[in-house]
T-cell receptor, first 112, second 113 residues
Framework: GENVEQHPSTLSVQEGDSAVIKCTYS??????FPWYKQELGKRPQLIID?????GEKKDQRIAVTLNKTAKHFSLHITETQPEDSAVYFC???????????FGTGTRLKVLA | KAGVTQTPRYLIKTRGQQVTLSCSPI?????VSWYQQTPGQGLQFLFE???????NKGNFPGRFSGRQFSNSRSEMNVSTLELGDSALYLC????????????FGPGTRLLVL
């Protein structure tokens, strides 16, 4: 069945450093890849997404890259701040399935 | 617009009981998806509804069921509760359920004793 693997499960970085989270998907037909941020006790919220016809997308300090050949995509956060501390989830979906497969999450800690 | 709402927010049940959770999507959103969130397992897809029709379901036993009403509100039911059903149940709504942003509700935290 479809699967999304996410690494690492936990990540600690110093404030101002960069953080990278990687996900690998199994369904080669997947065409939409969102990233969600979930702060403690809060609901997941979309922070960035990418479609399969695009290789990279940036939004201020956040960027996502997609490698369709290798079937993996990554979240890059630059100049990390304490408020970036949260759990980040990647997901993948395939057109026509109406089903999102989520990774198991990465707990990011930004140390001041 | 008001966000996605879920009721109740917390539930305590005992094994063997059944439970019904409710989700009200953002106005105009016709797709509602349900997820089970447990520590270490991330968000696991339960099912998705659009215009009162289930279009896909995840790998959960038949004890988990759902439905959607004509106003797009959705309910999920878990019968014969087991200890392992303890989790945060999240619903998410979107306009069509296709490749687009999903907006999550605050979740219902279910504890099975």
């Amino acid at each position: 069945g479809e699967n999304v693997e996410q690494h690492p499960s936990t990540l600690s970085v110093q404030e101002g450093d960069s953080a990278v989270i990687k996900c690998t998907y199994s369904d080669s037909a997947s065409n939409y890849f969102p990233w969600y941020k979930q702060e403690l006790g809060k609901r997941p919220q979309l922070i960035i997404d990418i479609r399969s016809n695009v290789g990279e997308k940036k939004d201020q300090r956040i960027a996502v890259t997609l490698n369709k050949t290798a079937k993996h995509f990554s979240l890059h956060i630059t100049e990390t701040q304490p408020e970036d501390s949260a759990v980040y989830f990647c997901a993948a979906t395939t057109s026509g399935t109406y089903k999102y497969i989520f990774g198991t999450g990465t707990r990011l800690k930004v140390l001041a | 617009k008001a966000g996605v709402t879920q009721t109740p927010r917390y539930l305590i049940k005992t094994r063997g009981q059944q439970v019904t959770l409710s989700c009200s999507p953002i106005s105009g959103h016709r797709s509602v998806s349900w997820y089970q969130q447990t520590p270490g397992q991330g968000l696991q897809f339960l099912f998705e509804y659009f215009s009162e029709t289930q279009r896909n379901k995840g790998n959960f036993p038949g004890r988990f069921s759902g439905r959607q009403f004509s106003n797009s509100r959705s309910e999920m039911n878990v019968s014969t509760l087991e200890l392992g059903d303890s989790a945060l149940y999240l619903c998410a709504s979107s306009l069509t359920g296709r490749e687009e942003t999903q907006y999550f509700g605050p979740g219902t935290r279910l504890l099975v004793l």
